[in-house]
């Protein structure tokens, strides 16, 4: 590509542009000579690299002033294809016109942000039981808001008037989930939702970028936003005492100067301070090492052939699995150690008191199994080999995978691994579940039924519905007097399951 020129790229979508300062012909003429060896340039790559790259999917456009001035036609060509010159084109979900006044964009957001509406407004006007406020603020922040904001720190200097249209989205949407009528003050309907104006969220995305675009000017002085702020702040050099009158539109990172002079004025620090570096301390668990007598690598996972093609007569294995029902809810634990040295397998079953998931029922499989292998078969020269069906209980435990949620537990595992030494540490392995495995089927089986023993010796962590109470059987008593009983419920906030037949049926 020219050097003259630029270019952006995002994913298959490229855009190459000049910028020109003078109403010179001849420049601009010369501009589009340079802009035309580039695209010669890409169609030479194109062809080299077996690429076909479409002369219809692409456009060409002149950003200009609104004056009528005579600009040139502009004339480029694809390979022996010319490229069509638009009025607007749309880079990247961006709608741009040739005068800059992001018209279109505008109703474009508009139209996409109304449909949504739509949803909001079902649920607000749903005659059922409402969920909290909280809820449909977030629905509004997450489906309607995102489509309002987008680039907005680019289409900011857009007309009032159609920003005002955006505008009326947010009133809508907040006296919707207020409760409210679609004429209140706007001020105080943002004072009482807690939401900010749209006009101030866009400005604050353009001090985000002007401080974007510094951060890059020292770490990325080649990056395109780096260009940009070096050609903004080179027009914006003047002598002291020197004022100046603007007549045309501000930038985006001129509207972002202006906002951080207000902001500062009333106090608010708009300073990007950049985070400390958190110092890791002293006393934080060490990572496990692998274990020195395993065949293979740190970092290779093997398949389950190779690791039972690596198991001889001398190792011990220990299948260790989980089981969790319903998830969550109550959980088992199931051993199966194949040691050579004993007349036949051990198989031990633990149930888990208290409620857990599918894979906290796994880690703690391997937390048990590791307490075993610690009290029975430390300073041993035999390979010690754990077999697990989860590998996102294995990998968490070996450092390869991270898992917050389940952090306690696998730090437990940890500890217990370093107190045994590099020599003693077992080997943990993941394998396929349910694919024929003597001891990883029996490990299962096991778990089942320590699970089972965890139900029954905790009864009162989950009950089953009581289907022969008098409220739960709508046939056995009349409509009228099963929404008397369904209203006193929800008045005094009881938490039931509605089993309800024919009469009901469709109420529920």
């Known amino acids: ?45 194109a062809s080299k690299w077996k690429l076909v790259l479409s002369s219809e999917k692409s456009q060409c456009i002149t950003f200009r002033n609104k004056n009528k001035r005579k600009y040139p036609a502009i004339s480029l060509r694809l390979k022996d294809a010319k490229i069509l010159e638009t009025n607007k084109v749309k880079y990247l979900g961006l709608i741009m016109d040739s005068n800059l ?87 105080t309907v943002n004072i009482i939702s807690q939401i900010p104006p749209l006009e101030l969220r866009r400005q604050q995305e353009e001090v985000k970028i002007f401080q974007r675009c510094e951060r890059f000017m020292e770490n990325f002085p080649k990056h395109n936003l780096s260009q940009a702020y070096q050609l903004w702040k080179k027009n914006h050099q003047f002598k002291q005492g020197e004022y100046f009158c603007w007549l045309g539109k501000l930038s985006t990172l001129s509207r972002a100067c202006i906002n951080i002079e207000l902001a500062t004025l009333h106090g608010i620090n708009v300073k ?30 093997p398949t389950s052939s190779q690791i039972l093609a690596s198991i001889d007569d001398t190792c011990v294995v220990i299948f ?17 150690i194949q040691d050579n040295t004993m007349p036949k397998w051990t198989e031990l079953q633990i149930p888990i008191q208290g409620i857990t998931t599918s894979i906290g029922s796994e880690i703690e499989s391997i937390k048990i199994a590791l307490e075993y292998i610690s009290k029975y078969y430390q300073n041993k020269k035999c390979r010690v080999i754990i077999l697990n069906d989860c590998k996102f209980a294995v990998n968490t435990i070996t450092n390869k995978w991270s898992a917050d949620m389940y952090k306690k537990q696998v730090d437990t595992c940890q500890k217990i691994m370093l107190q045994m030494g590099p020599e003693n540490i077992p080997e943990i392995y993941w394998i396929k579940g349910h694919s024929g495995i003597p001891g990883n089927e029996k490990a299962d089986d096991m778990a089942k039924k320590a699970r089972k023993t965890a139900q029954n010796n905790q009864p009162e962590l989950y009950q089953k519905p009581d289907k022969s109470a008098s409220f739960l059987n709508a046939d056995d008593i009349g409509q009228m007097k099963a929404m008397k009983i369904i209203h006193m419920i929800i008045q005094k906030n009881l938490y039931v399951i509605l089993l309800m037949r024919n009469p009901l049926k469709r109420l529920c």
């Open 101 to 187: 006044t992001y018209k279109e964009h505008v109703n474009y957001v508009y139209g996409k942000a109304a449909r949504k509406l739509g949803y909001l407004t079902f649920l607000c006007s749903y005659k059922g039981i409402r969920p909290r406020l909280d809820v449909y603020n977030l629905l509004y922040k997450t489906i309607i808001r995102p489509n309002l904001e987008y680039a907005c720190a680019f289409w900011n200097d857009a007309a009032k008037s159609y920003t005002k249209k955006l505008q009326k989205i947010q009133i809508v949407a907040i006296c919707r989930i207020l409760g409210l009528m679609q004429n209140s003050a706007y001020d």
């Open 272 to 301: 990007n301070n950049p985070k400390q570096v958190q110092v890791i301390p002293t006393n934080c668990p060490k990572s496990v090492t692998h274990s020195i007598k395993s065949p293979f690598e740190r970092w290779v996972e």
């Open 1 to 45: 590509m020219n050097q003259f020129n630029q270019c952006g790229m995002f994913a298959d979508d490229i855009a190459l542009w000049t910028s020109i300062y003078t109403s010179n012909m001849t420049e601009m003429n010369h501009q589009l000579q340079l802009l035309q060896q580039s695209l010669d340039r890409i169609s030479l790559w």
């Open 320 to 336: 260790a699995d989980g089981s969790t029902m319903p998830n969550p809810g109550f959980g088992g634990v199931g051993l199966v």
